[in-house]
């Protein structure tokens, strides 16, 4: 029987495990790449490992997050990122050349290849026919080093794409169908593979909005075949030598197939405060809008933007709204810039932000209280905004200027004439903000400089026999990793964990840290529990990490999303799970716990049971993890269990 495409890619890189048997596979990563926000972490934990020089294809290291930098820590770290990648065999993307992904894709991915990414909307590769994966920095580390990655055999779903897109009906709106269908749950461990005649009709920008909000499913990855659309964007990119045809053969199977005819589908939004929450633009017609903002990761591309500079040409801004745009990268800034684009956007009455992250992770651009914000972003999680009290709805930029322009929410389509945006023959070029690193008979004498903000990471103990404690959080479904470690005015302290760990669930409860606090010094272990999909979003291991460092040994929850639990992993936090769901309501928060034998337990795969003491029973708990991740827990995380094993 014929392979489906993941199946090929994953197959040329399998180095441990079996497509067909077993609960885990390992995988050789051609590249990674890391961001500022994660980065720091992933290369100090690199440093830890002593290997002189990156073993990848390629690895690089982008800068895009936290380019605000109010105070040094910032630029500190700025600067550490760059000795330490020129020192290391990395390359280096500055400040100002754009965010990673679009960058990645523009100018460094390549078909076929595996990439590791220190953030959880690396699969936006995808869109160039790679398997792209969003881990936290500590796997990114262990595969600069050489080692594989791990993840959980995939099940692959196919998405057959039949059809074309209307007029003012935007990739977009496809991804927000396939989170209509799929929801934002109950996906782990499940990889994405685009289908049918429709993909021929969407262009390489247009599919990576596709792969990158596949993120906001809680999959692996998704990806899309390389086919003569991929030749043509990096011929465009003067990058044709990378090309490489991959597809599907034709009688390849899927564990399920869903279908979307492109013909039927209309402009779409998520609605506060979930990706998933999907509605369509036509319900919520003639909604006041306060905020309109085009950029991030998903739809910045030259395509995105032109599409809006267009319908903006001549036109004004409506007198209530704020609107942004932040191109994805220098290299769409350049382009627009020298079509004059950008006038037409400035002329309208656009406010120009930096080709980085900024608005899409709460750093800069917090609307008004109460504030209804329309965003082309990928995630409208409660408070990412940094306005606790504002609505935040994703949506296309075709919808985003449409709403700019009439300062409500309104069907695209009544802007009048779609406009036509021409594949540019060949793309600028001019890759002079990416540093070459340092060859490799100089690099003993490279220096790296750490500045008074940037501290190793903490290191662990082997899990204990028994683990007495609180349950010093309780907390419900779907928790964020922007819940667990908050971004935006905190992210400055991405490199100083004892700093950063004062803001752990600051959002949710402001006093958890500071009882985490108390019962360390106490010597009494914080448990958190909860209910569904627990750590979704982002890859960030401070979620992971930040609380290890606050004593907190075991998460018990109904269900948990895959990096996350990953992360937990890595840091020797027990990430377990209830056997019957509804034993959730059988603790409350400041309870007594205790896990009693647990190392023997995990040890021996033995059961599991959670005492409640302060009500007296005992609660059957499960431990889903591979043979090498219950090693990994037994030594107290992954340094520990690599260094025993070096
Ligand atoms: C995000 O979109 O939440 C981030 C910020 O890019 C994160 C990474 C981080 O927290 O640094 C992600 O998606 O992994
Ligand atoms: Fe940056 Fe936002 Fe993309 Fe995360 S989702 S990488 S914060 S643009």
């Known amino acids: 029987m014929g392979k489906n495409l993941v199946q090929k890619i994953l197959e ?21 790449l890391t961001q500022d926000a994660t980065g720091t972490m992933a290369y100090l934990q690199f440093e830890s490992m002593g290997v002189p020089r990156v073993k990848t294809k390629l690895s690089i290291s982008y800068i ?46 390549r078909p076929g290849w595996t990439l590791l990414g220190s953030d959880s909307h690396t699969p936006t590769g995808g869109g160039i026919g790679m398997i792209s994966i969003g881990a936290g920095g500590l796997d990114i580390a262990v595969a600069m080093a050489g080692g594989a990655f791990y993840m959980p055999r995939p099940k692959v779903v196919a998405v057959k794409l039949t059809g074309k897109l209307k007029p003012w009906v935007s990739s977009k709106d496809i991804i927000l169908k396939v989170l209509e269908i799929m929801t934002t749950k109950g996906n782990v461990g499940v990889i994405v593979e685009y289908i049918g005649d429709g993909v021929e009709t969407l262009e390489v920008p247009q599919r990576a909005t ?38 599907a053969d034709a009688d390849a199977s899927y564990d399920k197939v869903i279908e979307i005819n492109l013909d039927e589908l209309v ?37 995105d933007l032109m599409i809006v500079a267009s319908a903006l040409k001549g036109k004004k801004i409506h007198p209530d709204v704020s609107f942004g745009v932040a191109p994805g990268s220098r290299q769409v800034l350049d382009m627009i810039a020298e079509n004059g684009a950008l006038v037409d956007m400035v002329k309208a009455g656009a406010r120009i932000l930096e080709s980085a992250c900024g608005f899409c992770i709460g750093a800069g651009q917090s609307p008004e209280t109460n504030a209804i914000s329309l965003r082309t972003n990928n995630r409208n999680f409660y408070g990412r905004s940094g306005t606790d009290s504002a609505q935040v709805y994703l949506v296309s930029p075709e919808t985003a200027v449409a709403a700019a322009l009439t300062g409500k929410i309104t069907v695209p389509s009544e802007l009048g004439e779609y406009p036509t945006v021409e594949n540019p023959e060949k793309f600028y070029i001019d890759d002079s903000m990416i540093i070459e690193p340092i060859n490799e008979t100089d690099m003993a004498q490279a220096e790296v400089v750490r500045g008074p903000n940037i501290g190793n990471p903490p290191a662990t103990d082997p899990l204990m026999e028994t683990i007495t404690g609180e349950a010093t959080l309780k907390v419900g479904d ?80 109904q269900s948990f999303e895959r990096i996350h639990k990953a992360n937990l992993i890595n840091f020797g936090i027990l990430p377990l799970t209830f056997v019957n ?44 993890v591979s043979d090498r991740q219950r090693e990994t827990l037994l030594d107290g995380g992954t340094l520990n269990y690599m260094s025993k094993r070096a």
């Open 12 to 32: 040329e890189h399998l180095v441990d495990g079996s497509l067909t048997e077993g609960e885990e596979i390992g995988i050789r990563i051609d590249q990674t």
């Open 64 to 109: 895009d997050h936290n380019t605000l930098q109010q105070g040094f820590e910032n630029a500190d770290d700025h600067r550490y990122l760059q000795t330490v990648a020129y020192k290391h065999g990395i390359k280096y993307s500055k400040a100002g050349n754009g965010i990673c992904h679009q960058v990645n894709l523009e100018r460094i991915g």
């Open 210 to 247: 596709i792969t990158n909000m596949g993120a906001e499913l809680g999959v692996t990855t998704s990806v899309f075949p390389s086919d003569e659309k991929t030749r043509q964007f990096l011929k465009a990119q003067g990058r044709e030598d990378h090309f490489r045809e991959l597809k």
């Open 267 to 303: 402009p779409m939004t998520a609605k506060p405060h979930s990706p998933g929450n999907i509605d369509t633009i036509k319900n919520l017609e003639g909604m006041k809008v306060n905020q309109v903002l085009v950029g991030s990761c998903t739809n910045s591309s030259y395509r």
């Open 478 to 557: 779907k928790i964020t990793t922007d819940h667990i470690m908050p971004a935006g005015a905190r992210l400055k302290y991405r490199s100083n964990i004892p700093k950063y760990s004062e803001f752990v669930f600051e959002g949710v409860d402001s006093t958890f840290a500071t009882r985490c606090f108390t019962n360390k010094d106490k010597k009494i272990a914080n448990f958190i529990i909860g209910g569904k999909s627990y750590g979704q979003g982002s890859s960030r291991e401070h979620a992971a990490i930040c609380p290890m460092y606050l004593d907190v040994k075991a998460v018990v929850v």
């Open 581 to 624: 769901e509804a034993d959730l309501e059988k603790i409350d928060q400041s309870d007594e716990l205790e896990l009693t034998d647990i190392r023997k337990a995990v040890e021996t795969k033995g059961d599991i049971f959670l005492t409640n003491k302060t009500k007296g029973i005992k609660i059957p708990l499960n431990l889903e």
